[in-house]
Antibody, heavy 119, light 106 residues
Framework: QVQLVQSGAEVKKPGASVKVSCKAS????????MHWVRQAPGQGLQWMGV????????SYAQKFQGRVTVTRDTSTNTVYMELSSLRSDDTAVYYC????????????WGQGTLVTVSS | DIQMTQSPSTLSASVGDRVIITCRAS??????LAWYQQKPGKAPKLLIY???TLESGVPSRFSGSGSGTEFTLTISSLQPDDFATYYC????????FGQGTKLEIK
C-alpha cells in the first residue's frame, strides 16, 4: 500500500536548521508530486512548498521563501525538507503529503514529524 | 494569495444529526477544493476532492458541493467516529487551507 514514512522528532536551538525526511513506498515515485505542510500546536494547516519528483523543480510559499529547501533522492524515493534560521514559532508538526500535481489534493500524508525549537 | 474561510469554527452536534460546514474562497477556484478530517495526534485524512468526488473508502454519509467561491461539506447522519476537526483546502493555485471546524459532541 502507499506509505509515506517520516523521520523522527527533532529538538533544535533558535538559529539552527532542521532537515526532515519522507520516504515513499508502494507507488511509482516519479508520478506524483510531494508537498510539505506544517501545523503549529493547536493551530491549522499551513502549506510550505512542493517538489516535482521527476525533474526536481520546486515552489515555495512566500512566507518561507529563502528559509526552506525541498529536495529529493530518486534512488531511495525520499524527499527532504530543510528549514533554516529556526525560531520558536517554527515549533510544529511537519507533514509530507503526496499529490497528483503541483496543484492538487493530498493523499496520503506522512505520520508527521514534531520539530521543537527551544533554547 | 487565495484565502479560505470556514464556518463555523466550532460546531456542537449529536449522533444522528445532519451537519453542514461551509468554506468560502477569496476568489474563484472552480471546483478545485478538497476536504479533510483530522483527529488529535493524527495526520489529516482526505475525504473529498474536486469539490464533490468522494475518496475511495470514505462513507457515503459525507458529501461535498459547490463551485466558484462557495463550498459545503455535509455529513448526513453523524456517527461517533465523525467527531473531529475538518479542513477545506483550495488546490487551484498551489494550496491554502481553511482555519478548520471542530465538530464536538453536544
Amino acid at each position: 500500500q502507499v506509505q509515506l514514512v517520516q523521520s523522527g522528532a527533532e529538538v533544535k536551538k533558535p538559529g539552527a536548521s532542521v532537515k526532515v525526511s519522507c520516504k515513499a513506498s508502494g507507488y511509482t515515485f516519479s508520478n506524483y508530486y510531494m508537498h510539505w505542510v506544517r501545523q503549529a500546536p493547536g493551530q491549522g494547516l499551513q502549506w510550505m512548498g512542493v517538489i516535482s519528483p521527476s525533474g526536481g523543480s520546486t515552489s515555495y510559499a512566500q512566507k518561507f521563501q529563502g528559509r526552506v529547501t525541498v529536495t529529493r533522492d530518486t534512488s531511495t524515493n525520499t524527499v527532504y525538507m530543510e528549514l533554516s534560521s529556526l525560531r520558536s514559532d517554527d515549533t510544529a508538526v511537519y507533514y509530507c503529503a503526496r499529490s497528483p500535481g503541483s496543484y492538487g489534493w493530498f493523499d496520503p500524508w506522512g505520520q508527521g514529524t514534531l520539530v521543537t525549537v527551544s533554547s | 494569495d487565495i484565502q479560505m474561510t470556514q464556518s463555523p469554527s466550532t460546531l456542537s452536534a449529536s449522533v444522528g444529526d445532519r451537519v453542514i460546514i461551509t468554506c468560502r474562497a477569496s476568489q474563484t477556484i472552480g471546483t478545485w477544493l478538497a476536504w479533510y478530517q483530522q483527529k488529535p495526534g493524527k495526520a489529516p485524512k482526505l475525504l473529498i476532492y474536486k469539490a464533490s468526488t468522494l475518496e475511495s473508502g470514505v462513507p457515503s454519509r459525507f458529501s461535498g458541493s459547490g463551485s466558484g467561491t462557495e463550498f459545503t461539506l455535509t455529513i448526513s447522519s453523524l456517527q461517533p467516529d465523525d467527531f473531529a476537526t475538518y479542513y477545506c483546502q483550495q488546490h487551484d493555485t498551489y494550496s491554502t487551507f481553511g482555519q478548520g471546524t471542530k465538530l464536538e459532541i453536544k
